[in-house]
T-cell receptor, first 109, second 113 residues
Framework: AQRVTQPEKLLSVFKGAPVELKCNYS??????LFWYVQYSRQRLQLLLR??SRESIKGFTADLNKGETSFHLKKPFAQEEDSAMYYC???????????FGAGTRLAVHP | EAQVTQNPRYLITVTGKKLTVTCSQN?????MSWYRQDPGLGLRQIYY???????DKGDVPEGYKVSRKEKRNFPLILESPSPNQTSLYFC????????????FGEGSRLTVL
């Protein structure tokens, strides 16, 4: 079965420090991976998707099929990055996104 | 404003009292879905709908019903709520779901006593 694992419930860093939010998935085919973010008092929204190979708000994520990982990275964290981050996988042929449990990122001044 | 609207946002009810959580989107999206969010478990899909009159079970459909009579609406029905259905519920929609981007509602926090 498809599964997404986010091993950290909470990641606490200081402003300007590098950030890496871990995501591992289990799927035997060719998955599509996404990161969603929920800022305080806002809706859950798409941050980035691996097929776009884009950088959004300074965040990047590389799909590593060998390690089945899709870690989210940012070289210098900002206080406004504090939010709940969810990794999600869309398995081909399945009409759903499977979400991980989420990681709360707290960036301190 | 393009958005997904859920009602009610907060509800406290008692075991066995039928309730409906409404979901409406104004983006002409074909795909709609319901998720529940529980601590440590992330979001789990309850039901989804690829289009009008087409619905299917997600990962945790027990105790829930849905209907899709109109494109814009996708209500979630709890016929006989139980305490284990206490959760935060999210409705989401997508144009075709091919791109995998979901647009979420603000969530409905339900407590069943």
């Amino acid at each position: 079965a498809q599964r997404v694992t986010q091993p950290e419930k909470l990641l606490s860093v200081f402003k300007g420090a590098p950030v890496e939010l871990k995501c591992n998935y289990s799927y035997s085919g060719s998955p599509e991976l996404f990161w969603y973010v929920q800022y305080s008092r806002q809706r859950l929204q798409l941050l980035l998707r691996h097929i776009s190979r884009e950088s959004i708000k300074g965040f990047t994520a590389d799909l590593n099929k060998g390690e089945t990982s899709f870690h989210l990275k940012k070289p210098f964290a900002q206080e406004e990055d504090s939010a709940m981050y969810y990794c999600a996988v869309k398995a081909g042929g399945y009409n759903k996104l499977i979400f991980g449990a989420g990681t709360r990122l707290a960036v301190h001044p | 404003e393009a958005q997904v609207t859920q009602n009610p946002r907060y509800l406290i009810t008692v075991t066995g009292k039928k309730l409906t959580v409404t979901c409406s989107q104004n983006m002409n999206h074909e795909y709609m879905s319901w998720y529940r969010q529980d601590p440590g478990l992330g979001l789990r899909q309850i039901y989804y709908s690829m289009n009008v009159e087409v619905t299917d079970k997600g990962d945790v459909p027990e105790g829930y019903k849905v209907s899709r009579k109109e494109k814009r609406n996708f209500p979630l029905i709890l016929e006989s709520p139980s305490p284990n259905q206490t959760s935060l519920y999210f409705c989401a929609s997508s144009g075709t779901f091919l791109a995998g981007e979901l647009f979420f509602g603000e969530g409905s926090r339900l407590t069943v006593l």
